[in-house]
């Protein structure tokens, strides 16, 4: 398993259900890294994509607690074991997890490697995610050069899990 964000200087990722800033680099970045994917979500990250509707190109799980909600163009999931049962023949790396902040946390821990775009200011986050520079099962194995788009600098970075 896979995860792709973006975060702030203080690893921030959210704020009032959606993202901190939107670079167009950076989601030409995420859509070239998840296109034909398995894609998985919360409700609240799925209800912030255009539409409120799963990505297209991609197949599209949420996971969500309610169990009458319904979803257009995703698979709806109720806990972690019907999702992992959903994804038992799926090769690890093309299941990619998106967000939000407790599907992170909850799903970190089987992640091999985690994509995340440095955004170099800070925001008025409400959602963060780990600090992987902190993280001992973490090792940052490749970075882009910085980039900048209306005056906002980012770069890319691949972590991968130390022994994964």
């Not at 670079?23 to 034909?36: A, N, Q």
Request: hydrophobic fraction near 35%.
């Amino acid at each position: 398993m896979e995860l792709i964000l973006a975060a702030d200087e203080n690893w921030g990722i959210g704020k009032g259900g959606d993202l901190l800033c939107r670079i167009p680099g950076d989601l030409k970045y995420f859509k070239e890294r998840t296109m034909g994917k398995i894609m998985v979500m919360g409700r609240a990250t799925l209800e912030s994509l255009p539409g409120r509707k799963g990505l297209p190109g991609r197949t599209n799980y949420v996971l969500t607690s309610d169990t009458s909600y319904e979803a257009e163009n995703a698979q709806v999931v109720h806990s972690t074991g019907e999702l992992m049962t959903a994804l038992k023949d799926a090769e690890p790396g093309d299941v990619m997890v998106m967000g939000g902040e407790r599907v992170y946390r909850e799903f970190l821990p089987l992640c091999t490697v985690c994509y995340i775009t440095k955004i170099y200011e800070r925001f008025d986050a409400d959602r963060f995610f780990v600090n992987l520079d902190e993280d001992p099962d973490f090792t940052c194995e490749a970075v882009s050069g910085v980039k900048e788009e209306n005056g906002i600098k980012y770069q890319f970075f691949k972590y991968t899990r130390r022994n994964g």
